[in-house]
């Protein structure tokens, strides 16, 4: 598996809604970070689906380093 582009070095502070569905960008390439805009096509990488609980806003991962996981999880200080 190729490596993902690092969109930026830091998570996207990102308001979420509530029951709906987003799809975080694990490839690196969306023009619309942290989300997916179909860039990946043709690569190794698909996004991920997910949804959350609360309405507020999220720390997503832009280094896309985090093993394929939505949320920053820090891992970003390693680069
Ligand atoms: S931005 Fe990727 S782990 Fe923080």
């Known amino acids: 598996m190729s490596d993902p582009v ?13 029951g709906k569905d987003y799809f975080w960008c694990s490839c690196g390439k969306s023009a619309k970070q942290p989300l997916c805009d179909g ?8 996004p991920v ?19 394929g996981k939505a949320f920053c999880n820090g891992a970003h ?3």
């Open 39 to 46: 860039s990946h096509k043709g690569s190794d990488f698909a």
């Open 6 to 18: 690092i969109a930026q070095k830091s998570p996207y502070m990102t308001e979420l809604e509530v």
């Open 49 to 67: 689906k997910f949804q959350v609980e609360t309405a507020k806003a999220y720390a997503l991962c832009g280094c896309k380093m985090n093993d």
């Open 77 to 79: 200080k390693q680069l």
